[in-house]
């Protein structure tokens, strides 16, 4: 697991761009995984500013969403369909055909399920996850307790989730009970993963992340059995890490080791 500590969320946001931009830029048919709620938000803005600018083009970038909510239509303010129109896709030149979010606005969600795994696989797999965390250590909507080799499926969110997501609803009456989510197993077959966190309510969660057991009641954990993950983190985020030294350090290295070997 390389963990990458910045000084501030704006460091964060250009260094996840630029991981994107070189995914982007070295695959023919790029396939990224996407995220939503607060974290990827600057992200997205960076993207667009160099998609504006002509640095970047999605044409041929296909994109899978981790999750949607029950309940929501796509066209609801709140859906995560809508959030990615209005956060990234309306502004870049990707291809609508080619993003894929769960759909939940059907009656079998069980085919709904099979038909997003599938089309993952017929792209050949996913080259980037990108990912948020929640304070109880869930990504996508794998809650604590979900299986550590889950599948596309429907899963019912915790108290605390609906309570963190509460702040885009009128009231936590109103937040979705239930999610269909990308599946632990499904994020791990990933190419490389990319966790994205910042504030010092994320702290707990990535320490447990990083230096806890692996365990179902933290599912981000599990992320230490993935070859190619990294976690771009500001100061509040790695605030509880007990081994932040090390992990400067390490970047320090590999800063110095760069002008000599091939290293990225
Ligand atoms: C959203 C998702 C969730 C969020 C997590 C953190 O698609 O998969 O796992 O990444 O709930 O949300 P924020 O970034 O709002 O703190």
Redesign the pocket.
């Known amino acids: 697991m390389r963990v990458v500590v910045f000084e501030s969320a704006e460091s964060v946001t250009q260094f996840a761009a630029d991981q994107v931009c070189r995914v982007i830029q070295t695959k023919n048919v790029p396939t990224l995984g996407?995220?939503?709620?607060?974290?990827?938000l600057g992200l997205y803005r960076e993207l667009i500013e160099r998609h504006r600018k002509g640095l970047l083009s999605f044409k041929h970038v296909n994109s899978f969403?981790?999750?949607e909510y029950l309940g929501l239509s796509p066209d609801d303010d709140r859906s995560?369909h809508a959030y990615m129109r209005e956060n990234l896709f309306k502004h870049i030149d990707i291809d609508l055909g080619h993003t894929h979010i769960p759909k939940t606005d059907r009656v079998d969600l069980d085919q709904s399920a099979c038909e997003f795994e599938k089309a993952i696989a017929d792209c050949g797999g996913i080259d980037l996850q990108i990912?948020?965390?929640?304070?109880d250590g869930?990504?996508?909507?794998n809650e604590p307790g979900s299986s550590l080799a889950s599948r596309t499926r429907i899963k019912s969110l915790t108290q605390r989730?609906r309570a963190?997501?509460a702040r885009y609803f009128k009231c936590l009456d109103e937040v979705p009970k239930m999610a269909l989510?990308m599946g632990i197993g499904t994020i791990m077959e990933s190419k490389s993963v990319m966790l994205?966190a910042t504030g010092e309510?994320?702290a707990q969660a990535i320490r447990d992340t990083v230096e806890g057991p692996i365990s179902a009641m933290v599912p981000s954990s599990i992320l230490q059995m993935h070859p190619q993950t990294t976690l771009a983190i500001d100061t509040a985020a790695a605030s509880s890490l007990k081994n932040i030294e090390y992990y400067l350090e390490s970047e320090q290295n590999r800063v110095a080791q760069r002008t000599t070997v091939n290293i990225s």
């Open positions: 996407l995220a939503t709620g607060g974290t990827p969403n981790l999750d995560y990912l948020g965390i929640g304070s869930h990504i996508g909507f989730t963190d997501n989510t994205l309510s994320k």
